[in-house]
């Protein structure tokens, strides 16, 4: 499913078990997306682009393939408040991972927003890479107030 936003479009796909990837992308990826999660899907990063303030955290995430350290990560990343930042070094010491292995699990998220990678940034406030796309990391800090 394609989901318009002021970013761009974004491809949706879930499965049974919870969305499975959700990415800034100019091409279908995999299946169309539908059904009820799909649309609660669309509701919340509507919601967000409105400035709304959803947590996404009521949306169940398909983790199957995923270490268990990512599945942790991606959790604790979950949890950062909308407008505020923590650091690689932070999370990194909070799990047991190097600021590096932080970084590189992040940077492989399919789950864009949901699990808020962009809230992540070096201890000495510089952004770090955003999948590529650093312009796109600052927008969203910036929409959030969070620079």
Do not use: N
Not at 4 to 28: C, D, F, H, K, Q
Not at 38 to 63: I, S
């Amino acid at each position: 499913m394609w989901l318009p936003t002021p970013l761009g479009p974004l491809w949706l796909e879930v499965s049974p078990l919870g969305v499975r990837r959700l990415e800034p992308a100019l091409y279908p990826r995999g299946p169309e997306a539908e059904g009820a999660l799909a649309l609660r899907v669309r509701e919340a990063v509507q919601a967000y682009f409105a400035g709304e303030r959803p947590d996404f955290l009521d949306l169940p995430l398909d983790y199957t393939g995923l270490s268990p350290a990512r599945l942790r990560l991606y959790e604790r990343v979950r949890l950062v408040p909308y407008g505020r930042t923590v650091s690689y070094g932070a999370l990194g010491r909070e799990l047991g991972l190097s600021p590096r292995a932080v970084g590189a699990a992040l940077r492989a998220c399919p789950f864009f927003l949901l699990v808020p990678a962009h809230r992540v940034i070096h201890a000495d406030g510089r952004l770090g890479g955003f999948q590529g796309q650093e312009g796109l990391k600052l927008w969203l800090l910036r929409f959030e107030g969070a620079l």
